[in-house]
């Protein structure tokens, strides 16, 4: 009998109900079990009661909470702490880049300059670091 090894969990959040939908697809097509939030302040709430993945993917223009600003209160809140954490963004300037990562982040995509596949792989490799 095989052992099955545990899917890793990726935290989606994209208030772009067709690009969460998109990439929530390819991702669990590839081996991850999927948890997709439509808000910043919804997937605060996930990881608050006690969600805990090992790689959260996050939009920076969002309705409501920004990327950033829910890149602050889980570093603040030491919420998924262990999770490898990417902003998935079209803001692409180098202070905005800059931003994700001094809030944590472990990469920084820039969604125009990658299809969904090449997501995947970029935080395969980010994970596997």
Known sequence: MTQEIPKPTVLIIDDDNFLLDMYALKFSQ????????????????RLRDGLSPEVILTD???????????????????L????????????????????????GADGYIIKASMIPSEVVDKVRSILNK
């Open 30 to 45: 590839n081996g991850f079990s999927v948890v997709a939030e439509m808000s910043a302040g919804s997937a605060l709430e």
């Open 80 to 103: 998924a702490d262990q999770a490898k954490i990417i902003v998935l963004s079209n803001k692409g300037e180098k202070q905005d880049i800059d931003q994700g990562v001094s809030l």
């Open 60 to 78: 920076v223009l969002m309705p409501g909470m920004d990327g950033f600003t829910f890149l602050e209160h889980i570093q603040d809140e030491h």
